[in-house]
């Protein structure tokens, strides 16, 4: 028979309401209970785990000493947030993460109220959280705004930005650094812990206040020189001085895996009346579960995997990964060339990049989670003349769109960058997929930019890419796997733009930008079997356009439609403009541009997002037939 004692306490907290009702000592229990669910969810769902797991005794006292969701709760980047979801009202669709039509990866404020701000980028937090703090004063109310914000996160200068903003206005703010990387904290135990608590206590904070008050009486260089004094003094026992410098009152650091050294913590900030207050928090990745803490990287973000043993289910084999040919063929170029230098911001694996530095260490730089500075640094090395390929996913070039303009596209440097996760990426959902690329980059003068049509051409597009010397270039290329077709052994540059016809017909012609062609390819076969004869062409190039391709398509055939994996306002865009520039849609051509839909697609599988976006084989029949005013159907039989 099952007693209370028995019942897992996890089963009795479905708010934070409910868990505010348990007495301080059950805490630990329900940590251990909400580890075990976090494992066994990301167990079946694949995401990322190592911070959650590193979180989960924080999300515990963070929900019992603050009324979420009245006081706002900001996670930083958001992967870091099951633990969060699971005691905030989504347990029973946890094991739903990042599939199709369930939750998503990272918070999201259409999903919970208590996802007060929606976060897949890194750091916003501190920004976010210190509009929400000055929204509140100027409504007259008084809940607290918390951001959780992690080391790596503040390599980004986004963080800093934020706090000297927030430390310049004095607003009431709490910011908690989640230390499970960077080592920048002195040894944790009982004394600072001692310490933390004496320094966020009432009596220590009202004596700081009164001694301000004392000192604004003096003359203001007396005043900065004994505030100064006092807390340096301070921090160098508690290792805060930049956060004090910043204009943060400085509490730690503390064991985040310690609730009776978070509690009473929390607590005093919760309740104290001055300005912006950070707490330095240290945690371990992965905690609670032997592989994760022992290889953090390799489960910071995980595939499905078996709880008993950490193994990781393994893919069934075939074609190579885009990012892992990207990575070879860019070691083959450097092996020729010692002016080939490789930038990532903090994605060396998932770039490919790791691969990179193991051979050439001195010629790999990873910046940090900061795209702006991987820009310039990129082109400060090409005005010496190197040749830096800057490795970032195409969503993340977006936090560096100005240095793309003013340090690389108006000084005609040569940075190559090389744009991953290009179009739908599946589970990431929209946070991370690569839309926006082709028309944010297609819309700079001098730019060159290329997308591989599959795993052999991204080879001769990096080569290309490293032949450029003379204008910045983008190379594009989706996650996942190549289609299978045999590798060349060495890239050979490409003609600058210039595409190629893979199929030849003559009444319908696809023209595909990037890696839709090998639907193109099928939709072709479709069309065939239906009586349209039809040409396929890559067109390899998006700027400068193959004009004179795109010309001969139009002249030879009734039908013309771009497909592209990217927003409105690229490719098909460009090709529109220059078919109206040459009068050929004066003659009755029929063109389509199949570009992804105005929307933002939630995650599921890319190949069910495609679909959704109408840019599979099916997709592209519908479209041609649509544009010959007839429906696609098997009945259909229409002769050339």
Known sequence: MTTPSDTPLLDRVRLPRDLRQLAPEDLPRLADELRRETINAVAKTG?????????VELTVALHYVFDTPNDRLIWDVGHQAYPHKILTGRRDRIRTLRQGGGLSGFTKRAESEYDP????????????????????DLAGKSNNVIAVIGDGALSAGMAYEAMNNAGARNERLIVILNDNDMSIAPPVGAMSAYLARLASGRTYLKLRDVGKQLTKHLPKSWDRAITRAVEHARGYVTG????????????????????????????????AEIG?????????????????????????????????????AKSKGGPPQYTKVFAESLV??????????????AMPSGTGLDLFAREFPKRCFDVGIAEQHAVTFAAGLAAEGFKPFAAIYSTFLQRAYDQVVHDVAIQKLPVRFALDRAGLVGADGPTHAGAFDVAYLGCLPGFVLMAAADEAELVHMVATAAAIDDA???????????TGVDLPAQGVPLEIGKGRIVREGHKVALLSYGARLAECLKAADELAALGLSTTVADA??????DTDLILRLARDHEVLVTIEEGAIGGFGSAVMQTLAEHGVLDRGLRVRMMVLPDVFLDQDT???????????????????????GKEATAETNIRA
């Open 47 to 55: 995401g990322h785990l190592g911070a959650g797991l590193g979180v």
């Open 117 to 136: 701000f929606g976060a897949a980028h890194s750091s916003t937090s501190i920004s976010a959280a210190l509009g929400m703090a000055v929204a509140r």
């Open 240 to 271: 805060g001085t930049l956060f004090e410098e910043l204009g943060f009152y400085y509490v730690g650091p503390i064991d985040g895996h310690n609730l009776d050294h978070l509690l009473p913590v929390l607590r005093n900030v919760r309740d």
């Open 276 to 312: 912006p207050i950070l707490i330095h928090v240290v945690t371990q990745k992965g905690k609670g579960y032997a592989p994760a803490e022992t290889s953090a990287d390799k489960y910071h973000g995980v595939v499905k995997f078996d709880v008993a043993t950490g193994a990781q």
């Open 332 to 345: 083959k170029e450097a092996r020729k060339d010692d002016k080939i230098v490789a930038i990532t911001a």
């Open 472 to 482: 910045p270039s983008a190379l594009r290329y989706p996650r996942g796997e190549g």
């Open 540 to 545: 390899r190039f998006a700027k400068p356009l």
């Open 606 to 628: 890319p190949a069910a997002m495609y679909a959704t976006a109408g840019l599979d084989a099916k997709g592209i029949v519908t479209k041609v037939f649509e544009a010959l």
